[in-house]
């Protein structure tokens, strides 16, 4: 299985950018799919994860201003990022769990001015 996050980049303050995530496999074959971060320094954490079901959670810090959402046709998982905020700044992981545990490779994106 591979997951290949694209859309990072560099950001100013209070815009916006959209991370994919794109599955080699059928995204219903997860039982959930997400997006961590990991700020230099800092423990990779949860930014928000889908259920196959189409269930959604999202870390305090970022309700209201990020939406994850899911393709299935595409297999593809989406991370909308809005009114973003340079602790936003990170590395942004994709991940998807079964019975294992699967990890793309990190995007990264940077919000400054």
């Known amino acids: 299985v591979q997951l290949q996050a694209f859309g990072g980049g560099f950001v100013q303050p209070r815009g916006s950018a959209r991370l994919s995530c794109g599955a080699s496999?059928?995204?219903?074959?997860?039982?959930?799919m997400g997006w961590y971060r990991q700020a230099p320094g800092k423990q990779r954490e949860l930014v928000a994860h889908?259920?196959?079901?189409?269930?959604?959670n999202y870390a305090d810090s970022v309700k209201g201003r990020f939406t994850i959402s899911r393709d299935n046709a595409k297999n593809t998982v989406y991370l909308q990022m809005d009114s973003l905020k340079p602790e936003d700044t990170a590395v942004y992981y994709c991940?998807?769990?079964?019975?294992?545990?699967?990890w793309g490779q990190g995007t990264e994106v940077t919000v400054s001015s």
């Open positions: 991940n998807a769990n079964n019975r294992y545990v699967f």
């Open positions: 496999i059928s995204i219903f074959s997860f039982d959930v």
């Open positions: 889908i259920t196959s079901g189409g269930s959604t």
